[in-house]
Protein backbone atom coordinates (compact mmCIF):
# COMPACT_ATOMS: atom_id res chain seq x y z
CA UNK A 1 0.00 0.00 0.00
CA UNK A 2 1.42 2.99 -0.97
CA UNK A 3 0.20 5.14 1.41
CA UNK A 4 1.61 3.07 4.42
CA UNK A 5 4.78 3.39 2.64
CA UNK A 6 4.60 7.09 2.30
CA UNK A 7 3.32 7.72 5.84
CA UNK A 8 6.03 5.25 7.43
CA UNK A 9 8.93 6.97 5.10
CA UNK A 10 7.81 10.85 6.49
CA UNK A 11 7.96 9.31 10.40
CA UNK A 12 11.38 8.79 9.90
CA UNK A 13 11.63 5.48 8.50
CA UNK A 14 10.10 4.17 11.64
CA UNK A 15 12.22 6.71 14.51
CA UNK A 16 9.07 8.94 15.23
CA UNK A 17 6.71 7.26 17.99
CA UNK A 18 3.82 6.32 16.40
CA UNK A 19 0.50 3.92 16.95
CA UNK A 20 -1.78 2.90 14.66
CA UNK A 21 -5.48 2.86 15.42
CA UNK A 22 -8.69 2.33 13.15
CA UNK A 23 -9.02 0.48 10.37
CA UNK A 24 -5.70 -0.45 9.52
CA UNK A 25 -4.86 -1.90 13.23
CA UNK A 26 -8.45 -3.92 12.74
CA UNK A 27 -7.32 -5.53 9.10
CA UNK A 28 -3.81 -6.04 10.75
CA UNK A 29 -5.61 -8.10 13.54
CA UNK A 30 -7.59 -9.68 10.39
CA UNK A 31 -10.49 -7.92 10.41
CA UNK A 32 -12.31 -7.89 6.78
CA UNK A 33 -13.33 -4.86 6.65
CA UNK A 34 -12.25 -2.45 3.34
CA UNK A 35 -9.69 -0.14 4.29
CA UNK A 36 -10.69 3.09 3.77
CA UNK A 37 -8.03 5.65 5.76
CA UNK A 38 -5.27 4.94 8.06
CA UNK A 39 -5.23 6.51 11.63
CA UNK A 40 -2.61 6.67 13.87
CA UNK A 41 -1.35 8.99 16.84
CA UNK A 42 2.10 10.59 17.44
CA UNK A 43 3.60 12.23 20.18
CA UNK A 44 2.95 15.61 20.85
CA UNK A 45 6.16 17.19 20.00
CA UNK A 46 6.43 14.99 17.02
CA UNK A 47 3.16 16.50 15.65
CA UNK A 48 3.22 19.93 14.75
CA UNK A 49 6.50 19.38 13.06
CA UNK A 50 4.89 16.58 10.90
CA UNK A 51 2.02 18.34 10.37
CA UNK A 52 4.46 20.87 8.66
CA UNK A 53 6.49 18.87 6.81
CA UNK A 54 3.37 17.11 5.02
CA UNK A 55 1.75 20.67 4.49
CA UNK A 56 1.20 20.29 0.46
CA UNK A 57 -1.16 17.18 1.40
CA UNK A 58 -3.31 18.47 4.18
CA UNK A 59 -6.52 18.26 3.63
CA UNK A 60 -8.19 18.85 7.01
CA UNK A 61 -5.61 21.55 8.81
CA UNK A 62 -4.25 20.74 12.47
CA UNK A 63 -7.17 21.90 14.96
CA UNK A 64 -8.36 20.98 18.03
CA UNK A 65 -11.78 18.70 16.56
CA UNK A 66 -14.64 17.49 18.81
CA UNK A 67 -16.82 14.77 16.20
CA UNK A 68 -17.70 11.46 16.22
CA UNK A 69 -17.02 10.69 19.71
CA UNK A 70 -13.84 11.96 19.27
CA UNK A 71 -11.91 15.29 20.99
CA UNK A 72 -8.51 15.60 19.93
CA UNK A 73 -5.83 17.79 17.86
CA UNK A 74 -5.07 16.15 14.38
CA UNK A 75 -4.74 16.73 10.57
CA UNK A 76 -6.09 14.77 7.67
CA UNK A 77 -3.73 14.63 4.66
CA UNK A 78 -4.27 12.59 1.67
CA UNK A 79 -2.05 10.21 -0.35
CA UNK A 80 -2.39 7.82 -3.33
CA UNK A 81 -6.18 8.41 -2.56
CA UNK A 82 -5.87 7.16 1.14
CA UNK A 83 -7.47 9.40 3.73
CA UNK A 84 -4.12 9.75 6.72
CA UNK A 85 -5.66 11.14 10.08
CA UNK A 86 -2.84 11.99 12.21
CA UNK A 87 -3.44 12.78 16.25
CA UNK A 88 -1.77 14.77 18.77
CA UNK A 89 -1.36 12.12 22.05
CA UNK A 90 -2.20 15.60 23.65
CA UNK A 91 -4.82 14.78 25.76
CA UNK A 92 -6.95 12.97 23.45
CA UNK A 93 -11.25 12.15 24.76
CA UNK A 94 -13.18 9.99 23.95
CA UNK A 95 -16.74 9.63 23.89
CA UNK A 96 -18.78 6.81 25.56
CA UNK A 97 -21.27 5.91 23.32
CA UNK A 98 -24.18 4.57 25.85
CA UNK A 99 -23.63 7.40 28.47
CA UNK A 100 -22.83 10.45 26.09
CA UNK A 101 -19.71 11.32 28.79
CA UNK A 102 -16.17 11.96 27.76
CA UNK A 103 -13.13 10.29 29.01
CA UNK A 104 -9.61 10.20 28.35
CA UNK A 105 -7.82 8.15 26.09
CA UNK A 106 -5.17 6.17 26.81
CA UNK A 107 -2.04 5.99 24.07
CA UNK A 108 0.17 3.25 25.16
CA UNK A 109 3.50 3.48 22.56
CA UNK A 110 4.86 0.75 25.06
CA UNK A 111 1.96 -1.50 24.80
CA UNK A 112 1.83 -1.55 20.99
CA UNK A 113 1.83 -5.12 18.82
CA UNK A 114 4.46 -4.91 15.95
CA UNK A 115 3.12 -6.25 12.50
CA UNK A 116 4.00 -6.36 9.46
CA UNK A 117 0.99 -5.17 7.42
CA UNK A 118 1.82 -4.34 3.57
CA UNK A 119 5.47 -4.94 3.52
CA UNK A 120 5.94 -2.60 6.73
CA UNK A 121 6.41 -3.36 10.14
CA UNK A 122 4.12 -1.21 12.23
CA UNK A 123 3.62 -0.10 15.53
CA UNK A 124 -0.49 -0.92 16.10
CA UNK A 125 -3.05 -0.33 18.99
CA UNK A 126 -2.59 -3.01 21.72
CA UNK A 127 -5.43 -5.17 20.49
CA UNK A 128 -6.90 -4.78 24.18
CA UNK A 129 -6.57 -0.84 24.02
CA UNK A 130 -8.13 -1.23 20.37
CA UNK A 131 -11.39 -3.33 21.34
CA UNK A 132 -12.09 -1.15 24.60
CA UNK A 133 -12.05 2.42 22.40
CA UNK A 134 -14.18 0.51 19.67
CA UNK A 135 -16.90 -0.39 22.77
CA UNK A 136 -16.61 2.24 24.07
CA UNK A 137 -17.74 4.24 20.65
CA UNK A 138 -20.62 2.01 19.78
CA UNK A 139 -20.43 3.07 16.75
CA UNK A 140 -22.20 0.38 14.32
CA UNK A 141 -18.80 0.04 12.13
CA UNK A 142 -17.14 0.06 15.55
CA UNK A 143 -18.97 -3.59 16.70
CA UNK A 144 -18.20 -4.90 13.65
CA UNK A 145 -14.58 -4.58 13.87
CA UNK A 146 -14.47 -5.85 17.76
CA UNK A 147 -16.38 -8.92 16.62
CA UNK A 148 -14.10 -9.39 14.02
CA UNK A 149 -10.51 -8.96 15.88
CA UNK A 150 -11.70 -9.90 19.42
CA UNK A 151 -10.85 -13.41 19.91
Given at each position: ?27 A ?38 E ?84
Amino acid sequence: MKALEWIESKLHHGRTPRLYCGGLAVRAYGGSRPLNDIDLFVPDAHFWPLVDALGAYIRKPALRQREAGWDLTYAQFVYDGIKIEIGSDDHPRIQDGMTGDWGVLDIDYAAAEQRIYAGCTIPLMARRQLIAYKRTLRRDVDLIDVSQIDR
